[in-house]
């Protein structure tokens, strides 16, 4: 059980070193007037809006669960 909890460790802090990563090239790609990665993700959801749209389906159902979770089991209340 304690390397399940290692491992998503490592994985949330892998996830969260990449975007830090992508944020520190848009910011230099900003200062120096080179083009940012939105200008790709631009071009791309226009190229492709119906797969767009399915990939943003599909991260706000995964999110949602994420941030809501599942339903919760309640104790059997005693009968009286």
Known sequence: M???????SAVVTALLSVVFLLLVFETWALFTSQKPI????????????GWAFALAVVFGIL??????????????QPRS
């Open 63 to 76: 999110i949602g669960h994420v941030l809501w979770g599942g339903p919760v089991a309640r104790p059997a």
């Open 2 to 8: 304690r390397s399940s909890g290692v491992f998503m």
């Open 38 to 49: 939105t200008d790709y993700v631009h071009e791309t959801v226009n190229s492709y809006p």
